[in-house]
C-alpha cells in the first residue's frame, strides 16, 4: 500500500514567520510530488511541483525533495493571514494518479 | 488563465436517484481525473480517462460509475443509483500529460445524498 503521511495539524505560526509543512511517503517509485492548498470548502489549489532531489523556490514557497529519505517538505517565509489553509501533499508512484495525505491545517496568528 | 470549470456546485438527489456531474476540462489538456473528498477525509483517487477509454480506476470506482466524454470539451461522471456514502465533494482535474505532469482541479461538486 503506498501511503503518504502528514501531521495533521493543527500548525500555528506567527505572521512573518517561516512555516514548514513535513510530507513522508513509503514508496522509492515515486516520481513526482505536489503541494496544493486547500480553503475550507474549496477545490486544491496547486502551489509547487517538484521533480528532482534540492530545493525548488517560488516566491515566498520553497519546497525541499529529499528521495532517499522519503521525505518532501514545503517552507512559506514572511508567512500571511491568507495563507491559513489546509495544505496538502500529493504524490504520484509512477502510475495516472496522485495519492494525497491528509493534510496540514496550518493557522497564521496576526 | 485557463480554468477546469464543474457543475452544478452543488448537487442534492435522493437515494438511489441517478446523478451526472459535469466537468470542462482545460482545452488542451489530454487527461482527465475525477476525485473524491468525503468531508474531513482525504482526496481519493476514483479514475482516469485518456484516449476516450478509463486507464486507471480506484476499487471505489464500482460498476455504479462511469465517464463518459460525450463531446470535445465536457467530462462526465455518473453515478447511476446514489447511496448515502457517495455524499462528498467530487473534484474534476485535467493534466497535459500523464500522471506526472501537475493536474488542476475544478472548483468541484458538492453531492449530497438524501
Known amino acids: 500500500q503506498k501511503e503518504v503521511e502528514q501531521n495533521s495539524g493543527p500548525l500555528s505560526v506567527p505572521e512573518g514567520a517561516i512555516a514548514s509543512l513535513n510530507c513522508t511517503y513509503s514508496?522509492?517509485?515515486?516520481?513526482?510530488f505536489f503541494w496544493y492548498r486547500q480553503y475550507s470548502g474549496k477545490s486544491p489549489e496547486l502551489i509547487m511541483s517538484i521533480y528532482s532531489n534540492g530545493d525548488k523556490e517560488d516566491g515566498r514557497f520553497t519546497a525541499q525533495l529529499n528521495k532517499a529519505s522519503q521525505y518532501v517538505s514545503l517552507l512559506i517565509r514572511d508567512s500571511q493571514p491568507s495563507d491559513s489553509a489546509t495544505y496538502l501533499c500529493a504524490l504520484n508512484f509512477g502510475n495516472e494518479k496522485l495519492t494525497f495525505g491528509t493534510g496540514t491545517r496550518l493557522t497564521i496568528i496576526p | 488563465e485557463p480554468e477546469v470549470t464543474q457543475t452544478p456546485s452543488h448537487q442534492v438527489t435522493q437515494m438511489g436517484q441517478e446523478v451526472i456531474l459535469r466537468c470542462v476540462p482545460i482545452?488542451?489538456?489530454?487527461?482527465f481525473y475525477w476525485y473524491r473528498q468525503i468531508l474531513g477525509q482525504k482526496v481519493e483517487f476514483l479514475v482516469s480517462?485518456?484516449?476516450?477509454?478509463?486507464?486507471?480506476k480506484s476499487e471505489i470506482f464500482d460498476d455504479q460509475f462511469s465517464v463518459e466524454r460525450p463531446d470535445g470539451s465536457n467530462f462526465t461522471l455518473k453515478i447511476r443509483s446514489t447511496k448515502l456514502e457517495d455524499s462528498a465533494m467530487y473534484f474534476c482535474a485535467s493534466s497535459g500529460n500523464r500522471g506526472t505532469d501537475t493536474q488542476y482541479f475544478g472548483p468541484g461538486t458538492r453531492l449530497t445524498v438524501l
Open positions: 480517462f485518456y484516449n476516450n477509454e478509463i486507464s486507471e
Open positions: 514508496d522509492r517509485v515515486s516520481q513526482s
Open positions: 482545452s488542451n489538456h489530454l487527461y
